[in-house]
T-cell receptor, first 111, second 114 residues
Framework: GDSVTQKQGQVTLSEDDFLFINCTYS??????LFWYVQYPGQGPQLLLK?????NKGISRGFEATYDKGTTSFHLQKASVQESDSAVYFC??????????FGKGTHLHVLP | GGIITQTPKFLIGQEGQKLTLKCQQN?????MYWYRQDSGKGLRLIYY???????QKGDLSEGYDASREKKSSFSLTVTSAQKNEMAVFLC?????????????FGPGTRLTVL
């Protein structure tokens, strides 16, 4: 069946460090892939999405590239800020109503 | 713009109790979802509904009932609360069946069972 894997449960960085969060997926369809961000006390909100048509999503300094060869959709940011501290979820949408979420990566950015 | 409202924000129950969580959206979205969020386990789908009066079971539906009597509302019932259970229940909605559409989430209901 379809699945999403986020192995990094927690990442701790200092301000201005480079961020890389790993996400891999498995599906037999042509999916749309999302990154959601959840700040404390709030529900998740869309950070960026990528379809097979455009391959790359960029938002608020974050970017993710859809790599069909390695079935990956890693999230990157060149220079993180303390305000980026949050939980980040990778998600897979195969157009079957159900969206499959990864387990989430808790990012702590130290000042 | 629109908003998703979840009530109550905090819910404290007793073991064996039946508990109901409510969700309202004013986006006029067709599809609504209930997820359970536990630390380290991501978001797990409990129920979803593709239109008024429709109900579809997710991967975690055992122990829960749901109801979608109006397009704008979707409620979830914990049929028998489990002792020491702690979780956040998230409601979400999105328009139709397009796989390009983002989900919009409410702020969550935090459940504690004593």
């Amino acid at each position: 069946g379809d699945s999403v894997t986020q192995k990094q449960g927690q990442v701790t960085l200092s301000e201005d460090d480079f961020l890389f969060i790993n996400c891999t997926y498995s599906t037999t369809t042509y999916p749309t892939l999302f990154w959601y961000v959840q700040y404390p006390g709030q529900g998740p909100q869309l950070l960026l999405k990528v379809t097979t048509a455009n391959n790359k999503g960029i938002s608020r300094g974050f970017e993710a590239t859809y790599d069909k060869g390695t079935t990956s959709f890693h999230l990157q940011k060149a220079s993180v800020q303390e305000s980026d501290s949050a939980v980040y979820f990778c998600a897979l949408d195969t157009n079957a109503y159900k969206v499959i979420f990864g387990k989430g990566t808790h990012l702590h950015v130290l000042p | 713009g629109g908003i998703i409202t979840q009530t109550p924000k905090f819910l404290i129950g007793q073991e064996g109790q039946k508990l109901t969580l409510k969700c309202q959206q004013n986006f006029n979205h067709d599809t609504m979802y209930w997820y359970r969020q536990d630390s380290g386990k991501g978001l797990r789908l409990i129920y979803y509904s593709i239109t008024e009066n429709d109900l579809q079971k997710g991967d975690l539906s055992e122990g829960y009932d749901a109801s979608r009597e109006k397009k704008s509302s979707f409620s979830l019932t914990v049929t028998s609360a489990q002792k020491n259970e702690m979780a956040v229940f998230l409601c979400a909605s999105r328009p139709g069946t397009s796989n390009y559409a983002e989900q919009f989430f409410g702020p969550g209901t935090r459940l504690t069972v004593l």
